[in-house]
């Protein structure tokens, strides 16, 4: 099992940046899949981005491509997401989720991974 803690939420500005961590424990990190996914109140939980076990490949909703990276560092056991360019629509909570798999094609679906972590609130202000 691997144990998710994510961190870097905060409160900025609309046009500002931001950029979340999430640090894996518990288990070998490069054996899995990473994605962010974010909630907004009252909306489902929906994808953001994710990254494959050796970072070669990554996938981006529409909604936030161009605008946030998502990265990992096997070696630190941490995954990342660079978010530019901010609008207050990308309000919520991040979650970063995680699933074993050495596949390159994308997982996008919230029951597709198996760990998650706690969450980190951004809120984005116009």
């Known amino acids: 099992q691997v144990q998710l803690v994510e961190s870097g939420g905060g409160l900025v500005q609309a046009g500002g940046s931001l950029r979340l961590s999430c640090a894996a424990s518990?288990?070998?990190?490069?054996?899995?899949?990473m994605a962010w996914f974010r909630q907004a109140p009252g909306k489902e939980r929906e994808f953001v981005a994710t990254?494959?076990?050796?970072?070669?490949?990554?996938y981006y909703a529409d909604s936030v491509k161009g605008r946030f990276t998502i990265a990992r560092e096997n070696a630190k056991n941490q995954v990342y997401l660079q978010m530019n360019t901010l609008k207050p629509e990308d309000t919520a909570v991040y979650y970063c989720?995680?699933?074993?798999?050495?596949?390159?094609?994308?997982?996008?679906?919230?029951?597709?991974?198996?760990?998650w972590g706690q969450g980190t609130q951004v809120t984005v202000s116009s």
């Open positions: 518990g288990d070998t990190f490069s054996r899995y899949v």
């Open positions: 989720a995680a699933r074993a798999s050495y596949r390159d094609s994308p997982y996008y679906q919230t029951t597709q991974y198996n760990y």
């Open positions: 990254i494959s076990w050796s970072g070669a490949s990554t």
